[in-house]
């Protein structure tokens, strides 16, 4: 089963090129600089022309919609575009010229939902892939939640991916160290995926699937250490959510 949202994306990018009064031109990639956090006023350039905020609306909104449903890959950028409204810049015109250049190229992708048809009696296990960069004055937290076959980590199976859930956002809080950054990225993924898991379980085990405990992957081993084996009532008590961090299995990710 595929996915696509060609047409809405290919009308976005005439919409941004009527707006800008600009020529998209392909790119391979949909953002490389980091332009989440505004740079202090003394060294801050403004835009080409002042863009009405109408204008940033319409397309960071379309933005953060693509990047809903079928493009996470964009997901990060979205969410930048979205932080700089109201203090939007050169820098993110340059950026936001890059990620329709990006959107023009790939309009036509989508995501693909892979299931093989003779595992009514065997298990999947839900994959909660979460990340973080460390970053000033925030960091940023990502996160990918996918079905997949099996019990081992280590092992990629095509055949059986279900992308369910994925999100971008910039960090409430500023933290000191990149283990920290990671937890607060933990917190943010399992919170938002955690009614998500418990809901496609529920109808997977009406169906007699089997469900094993939900694994969460990440790539920060001291962060990996206190989660796992030293869960605390105040990690508890911050993340407010419907499992606890006991309830979870810990595992580094497919890839690093």
């Known amino acids: 089963w595929s996915l696509s949202l060609g047409d809405y994306i290919r009308d976005t990018v005439k919409e941004y090129e009527k707006l800008w009064g600009t020529v998209v031109t392909p790119s391979r990639t949909p953002g490389v600089g980091c332009i989440r956090s505004p740079e202090p006023a003394a060294l801050r350039k403004p835009s080409v022309r002042e863009r009405p905020v109408h204008d940033l609306q319409v397309i960071v909104g379309?933005?953060?919609?693509i990047a809903r449903t079928t493009h996470p890959e964009i997901s990060h950028m979205a969410s930048s575009f979205?932080?700089?409204?109201?203090?939007?810049?050169?820098?993110?015109?340059?950026?936001?010229?890059?990620?329709?250049g990006y959107?023009?190229?790939?309009?036509?992708?989508?995501?693909?939902?892979?299931?093989?048809?003779s595992l009514a009696a065997r298990s999947f296990c839900p994959d909660l892939f979460s990340d973080s960069d460390w970053s000033s004055p925030r960091s940023q937290s990502g996160f990918f939640l996918c079905l997949t076959r099996g019990s081992n980590p280590d092992e990629v199976d095509e055949a059986c991916c279900l992308p369910l859930h994925w999100g971008s956002r910039k960090q409430p809080l500023?933290?000191?160290?990149?283990?920290?950054?990671?937890?607060?990225?933990?917190?943010h993924c399992v919170?938002?995926?955690?009614?998500?898991?418990?809901?496609?379980?529920?109808?997977?085990?009406?169906?007699?699937f089997s469900v094993a405990v939900p694994r969460l992957l990440?790539?920060?081993?001291?962060?990996?250490?206190?989660?796992?084996e030293s869960p605390t009532d105040s990690f508890w008590l911050f993340?407010?959510?419907?499992m606890k961090v006991s309830d979870l299995s810990f595992s580094w990710p497919i890839a690093n």
Do not use: Q, Y
């Not at 979205?82 to 329709?100: F, I, N, Y």
């Not at 919170?191 to 007699?208: G, M, N, T, W, Y």
């Not at 990440?218 to 796992?228: F, I, P, W």
């Not at 993340?239 to 419907?242: A, F, P």
């Open 62 to 65: 379309r933005l953060l919609w």
């Open 82 to 100: 979205g932080s700089r409204v109201a203090s939007w810049g050169k820098d993110c015109d340059r950026e936001l010229a890059r990620c329709m």
């Open 103 to 117: 959107l023009s190229l790939t309009a036509s992708r989508g995501l693909v939902f892979k299931w093989d048809r």
């Open 174 to 187: 500023a933290t000191d160290s990149s283990t920290a950054a990671e937890i607060v990225a933990m917190h």
């Open 191 to 208: 919170r938002e995926s955690l009614p998500i898991v418990s809901a496609v379980s529920d109808f997977a085990r009406s169906r007699e």
């Open 218 to 228: 990440l790539d920060n081993s001291t962060a990996l250490k206190h989660v796992a």
């Open 239 to 242: 993340s407010k959510c419907g």
